[in-house]
């Protein structure tokens, strides 16, 4: 199974996804409608609509934080200080030079003020300032209360995971047993494990659901920081930290191993031993000849064992 790749906001895509870029010129009118909602009469005229476009892509792309592009900052409810993004605030409040106890996170779906990066107006959460007129996010989320200029992500929300996600809804589905979204290609061939996205990083223990890095699915349905992963591989650990099921195709190596155990053979007290093994790749116990180098699986060929018992 291939990797799978998921961003935060945070959203799954294949690592080879193309994403598209809307926010084209010939696009301009339709985006204006859906900025400007009901209050734009029908009868608009192109001129009018090309005034209107002016004011809303007033400092397009110009503002924001290493985060998103925006043309808004937030007031967090849990501290009533002004951040770019949620991110911002959680990266400034959780820095080692924060005392302990006053470290904490944003409750990102309860956040109730903006305030514009161009005419500095705090307002309630909404789309186009109520001053200026300016757009504040070409995306914009009511319930995440997100703020996007770069819409070539393609964010979009996701009800199954309660936030938004990048890499356009077509493309993805919610998976109600493991809690978070695949890639379609994966509907009805991904190994389902419970609440897959709900935990820590086996290897550096950040919060996966809502983390900013890569998170990819191993072939066993675990999730890990794609990072964590490639780590792990250059260290030559090749299996799950958490089930222990390899996380490759791993059929050369078997076949090295193989050779070395053809290569080596047992002293005569050792001949007739035999052990019992757990093959931690398909799950089967059997009775095997034991060797110094490893114990291989009668049934599924692999090496990946552990002895269980002797005699």
């Given at each position: 199974?291939?990797?799978?790749?998921?961003?935060?906001?945070?959203?799954?895509?294949?690592?080879?996804?193309?994403?598209?870029?809307?926010?084209?010129?010939?696009?301009?009118?339709?985006?204006?409608?859906?900025?400007?909602?009901?209050?734009?009469?029908?009868?608009?005229?192109?001129?009018?609509?090309?005034?209107?476009?002016?004011?809303?892509?007033?400092?397009?792309?110009?503002?924001?934080?290493?985060?998103?592009?925006?043309?808004?900052?937030?007031?967090?409810?849990?501290?009533?200080?002004?951040?770019?993004?949620?991110?911002?605030?959680?990266?400034?409040?959780?820095?080692?030079?924060?005392?302990?106890?006053?470290?904490?996170?944003?409750?990102?779906?309860?956040?109730?003020?903006?305030?514009?990066?161009?005419?500095?107006?705090?307002?309630?959460?909404?789309?186009?300032?109520?001053?200026?007129?300016?757009?504040?996010?070409?995306?914009?989320?009511?319930?995440?209360?997100?703020?996007?200029?770069?819409?070539?992500?393609?964010?979009?929300?996701?009800?199954?995971?309660?936030?938004?996600?990048?890499?356009?809804?077509?493309?993805?589905?919610?998976?109600?047993?493991?809690?978070?979204?695949?890639?379609?290609?994966?509907?009805?061939?991904?190994?389902?494990?419970?609440?897959?996205?709900h935990h820590d990083c086996p290897v550096c223990f950040e919060?996966?659901?809502?983390?900013?890095?890569?998170?990819?699915?191993?072939?066993?349905?675990?999730?890990?920081?794609?990072?964590?992963?490639?780590?792990?591989?250059?260290?030559?650990?090749?299996?799950?930290?958490?089930?222990?099921k390899s996380v490759c195709d791993m059929s050369k190596v078997?076949?090295?191993?193989?050779?070395?155990?053809?290569?080596?053979?047992?002293?005569?007290?050792?001949?007739?031993?035999?052990?019992?093994?757990?093959?931690?790749?398909?799950?089967?116990?059997?009775?095997?000849?034991?060797?110094?180098?490893?114990?291989?699986?009668?049934?599924?060929?692999?090496?990946?064992?552990?002895?269980?018992?002797?005699?």
């Amino acid at each position: 199974m291939g990797d799978i790749v998921i961003e935060h906001s945070g959203t799954t895509h294949y690592e080879a996804l193309n994403l598209q870029n809307v926010t084209t010129s010939e696009n301009d009118a339709d985006l204006v409608q859906s900025f400007c909602g009901d209050y734009l009469p029908e009868d608009i005229t192109h001129e009018e609509k090309s005034t209107c476009t002016e004011a809303l892509d007033r400092g397009y792309l110009e503002y924001g934080c290493p985060h998103y592009r925006r043309r808004c900052r937030i007031i967090a409810p849990c501290c009533n200080e002004m951040f770019d993004c949620r991110h911002c605030h959680n990266e400034y409040k959780n820095n080692i030079n924060v005392d302990q106890k006053l470290r904490h996170e944003i409750p990102r779906h309860k956040v109730e003020r903006v305030i514009c990066s161009l005419c500095d107006k705090e307002q309630e959460v909404r789309q186009v300032c109520i001053n200026c007129g300016v757009c504040m996010g070409r995306y914009f989320c009511e319930t995440c209360k997100l703020f996007d200029d770069d819409t070539s992500k393609r964010q979009y929300h996701c009800n199954g995971c309660g936030i938004c996600r990048i890499g356009g809804m077509e493309n993805f589905f919610h998976c109600p047993k493991c809690r978070c979204c695949y890639s379609v290609l994966l509907r009805n061939s991904h190994p389902c494990v419970e609440g897959a996205m709900h935990h820590d990083c086996p290897v550096c223990f950040e919060y996966l659901f809502e983390s900013i890095n890569d998170v990819t699915v191993m072939p066993c349905g675990h999730t890990i920081h794609k990072n964590c992963l490639k780590e792990m591989q250059e260290h030559y650990q090749y299996a799950c930290p958490l089930c222990s099921k390899s996380v490759c195709d791993m059929s050369k190596v078997w076949e090295k191993f193989d050779m070395e155990i053809a290569a080596t053979p047992m002293p005569e007290p050792y001949q007739d031993k035999k052990v019992w093994i757990l093959c931690n790749d398909c799950g089967i116990t059997s009775e095997v000849q034991f060797h110094f180098v490893a114990q291989k699986c009668p049934c599924c060929k692999s090496y990946n064992t552990r002895q269980t018992r002797g005699r």
